[in-house]
């Protein structure tokens, strides 16, 4: 076994984390696919497609380091928000908690000299800053425009994704 079983139930626990988040961003997709903004339900459905790569990539980990796959229970996702404020910082909140526990799971590999699982991490880490910078500014837009002018940020959002 290439990897110790501490590390591998951390990393079974991590699946699910990532697969909850999948769900979760599924959840805000259809949030604001209901007020019609259309942009912004497309961002967190690929949003929720990278969660389930990320989570799949653990699961490919595990099985390569033959660390045993134990995918636990994944809770229900929160189904209604009061505005689009509070359902991006929900996404920011969770990205904040992905990037604590992603670090967990270095600290892990690192005080374990595990350096395969230190290469492996190191993308996650990489990632997660690349998706707080990503809430964190579309919270921060969507504050700005306010709940009355979300087509404002539908409108940013065409422009991002010319960029």
């Known amino acids: 076994m290439l990897i110790s079983p501490e590390l ?11 697969f909850g ?3 979760q961003y599924l959840s805000i997709a259809a949030h604001f696919q209901k007020r019609q903004l259309t942009l912004l339900s497309k961002l967190f459905i690929k949003q929720a497609e990278e969660e389930r790569e990320h ?6 980990y595990l099985m390569e380091t033959k660390g045993g796959l134990e995918i636990p229970p994944i809770p229900a996702p929160i189904a209604v928000f009061a505005s689009a404020a509070d ?12 990037t604590r526990q992603i670090s967990s799971l270095m600290d892990l590999a690192v005080g374990q000299n595990d350096y395969i ?4 991490l190191q993308w996650f880490i990489d990632e997660q800053l690349e998706e707080v910078v990503k809430m964190d500014r579309l919270l921060t837009i969507i504050r700005e425009s ?6 404002m940020v539908e409108a940013y959002l065409v422009h991002v994704e010319k960029s």
């Open 8 to 18: 591998a139930s951390a990393i079974n626990a991590q699946i699910g984390h990532e």
């Open 21 to 23: 988040a999948s769900m």
């Open 55 to 60: 989570a799949m990539k653990f699961v490919k």
């Open 87 to 98: 359902a991006v910082e929900a996404a920011l909140k969770w990205e904040e908690e992905v």
């Open 117 to 120: 699982a230190q290469s492996f």
């Open 146 to 151: 306010g709940e009355k002018n979300l087509l």
